[in-house]
């Protein structure tokens, strides 16, 4: 019997395309960031209001994720933003290869920043790095406040984290959320986590949002 | 289903090596809390992945990885329970998480002669 040690990672193919993209977004001075969250959290009406609210200020294109239809490209679309639709025919997550050839269809040059709006879901995509400065990590209240203690990874993985829809605790829903616990327990995976409690309906806390964004860029 | 993924590259490596060395029939990987790996949903995508190719009907070993932490208050070097994180010693909740271990292909073995031997074997041609 032969025993080869072998000490290879195994995701090393998709960690090659992410080392591309990566420097591929560097020649072209885009920031990119790589959102994650449950289906239904708000991601799209997140990045809708966004490039809306800074149109003239940031110039923005976005990478879509979805198992099936462009519904979502053609909503960031609306908006005049650049967007590729990325179909993955029932795949958890998006793989840097993808991504690679989505970014090679956008407009790189006219672009401050990438978003990618991965499949929605909150364990596949945390393991698949896409050549991106950082993941942000959405949440909406109605999910409940239990979601960074049972999923922690991608809590303990992401720059920051968006409370999506917090319209609806002030606005008389019989919702049980307690922001404060999902800020100790996000908090408690990783110190540097940055948390933006925020409507992308009504609009509430989405200054802070873009301050941050804003930052990224070295924008003030 | 990121074991699919997972299971797809194991398989890609195995039988790259196998060109190397053989007929495999034990591999050992291992991956850290953060990347939640199923043992049984990795098994399953590994066995289903590799028929037809020289990893059919290997074994596959997946060993876990704890995640490891230090308390900021009484500096204790502790394994995290994610679910109920606290330091063992001082009970404090604050503290920093080491990096989570990376999904490793770390051993293979295959059938037949030892590599030194074959080539002790190839060194010396029909002397026997």
């Not at chain 1, 966004?50 to 053609?74: F, M, N, Q």
């Amino acid at each position: 019997m032969t025993k080869v040690n072998v000490g290879r990672k195994i995701l090393d193919a998709n960690e090659k395309y992410a080392l591309r993209n990566s420097e591929l977004l560097a020649q072209h001075r885009n920031r990119c960031f790589n959102m994650i969250s449950s289906p239904g959290s708000g991601k799209t009406t997140l990045l809708v209001r966004t490039i809306s609210d800074l149109t003239g200020s940031v110039r923005i294109g976005v990478i879509e994720g979805d198992i099936r239809t462009d519904l979502d490209a053609r909503r960031i679309r609306a908006t005049n933003a650049p967007a590729i639709q990325i179909i993955t025919e029932g795949a958890c997550h998006l793989s840097a290869a993808q991504v690679n050839g989505a970014l090679k269809k956008l407009p790189l040059d006219n672009l401050e920043m990438i978003f990618i709006e991965n499949v929605g879901n909150l364990v596949c995509p945390s393991s698949f790095e896409l050549g991106e400065d950082g993941k942000i990590v959405v949440l909406s209240v109605a999910e409940g406040d239990d979601k960074p203690a049972k999923y922690p990874g991608i809590f303990a993985k992401s720059k920051a984290l968006l409370v999506n829809k917090i319209d609806l605790l002030t606005g008389g829903a019989l919702i049980d959320f307690d922001l404060e616990r999902v800020r100790a327990d996000a908090r408690r995976l990783n110190k540097s986590i940055e948390i933006f409690p925020v409507s992308a309906k009504t609009g509430e806390g989405m200054s802070a949002w873009y301050g941050w964004l804003h930052g990224q860029l070295g924008k003030a | 289903m990121h074991e699919m993924a997972m299971a797809q590259s194991l398989v890609a490596a195995i039988s790259e090596e196998a060109r190397k060395h053989g007929k495999p029939i034990r591999a050992k990987m291992s991956c850290g809390m953060l990347n939640v790996v199923n043992d049984d949903v990795l098994s399953f995508a590994f066995e289903a992945v590799a028929r037809g190719t020289p990893c059919e009907g290997m074994q596959l070993l997946i060993e876990h990885k704890p995640l490891q932490a230090k308390c900021r208050a009484c500096k204790r070097v502790f394994t995290v329970d994610l679910s109920s994180a606290k330091c063992p010693d001082c009970a404090a909740d604050d503290f920093e998480l080491f990096p989570d271990a990376p999904l490793l292909l770390e051993q293979i073995e295959f059938e037949g002669i030892d590599d030194d031997e074959g080539e002790r074997r190839q060194e010396n041609p029909g002397r026997e």
